[in-house]
């Protein structure tokens, strides 16, 4: 399962369990609920943190690779021209 699938499945299971809360019969039944929400909730933004930082690292790494290997070649062929 991706990260952008759990993200939004644990953000749905805190949607059904405020609907549930907003039903609930008594206040501790409506703070418990609530409470497993808010969880489900951290859960989904711990993972979109990781999915920013993976992303963000990513573009770190790539684009001196990019680079390196941009004028890795230039430097071949200006070199293979010389010749």
């Given at each position: 399962?991706s990260a952008e699938s759990k993200e939004a499945e644990y953000r749905?299971?805190?949607?059904?369990?405020?609907?549930?809360?907003?039903?609930?019969?008594?206040?501790?039944?409506?703070?418990?609920?609530?409470?497993?929400?808010?969880?489900?909730?951290?859960?989904?933004?711990?993972?979109?943190?990781?999915?920013?930082?993976?992303?963000?690292?990513?573009?770190?790494?790539?684009?001196?690779?990019?680079?390196?290997?941009?004028?890795?070649?230039?430097?071949?062929?200006?070199?293979?021209?010389?010749?």
């Open positions: 399962m749905r299971h805190a949607g059904s369990l405020m609907v549930l809360a907003s039903r609930a019969a008594t206040i501790a039944d409506k703070f418990r609920l609530l409470v497993m929400a808010h969880d489900w909730l951290q859960l989904a933004d711990k993972i979109a943190r990781l999915k920013r930082r993976r992303r963000e690292s990513a573009a770190e790494h790539r684009d001196p690779i990019v680079c390196d290997h941009t004028h890795a070649s230039e430097a071949r062929m200006s070199t293979n021209l010389r010749d």
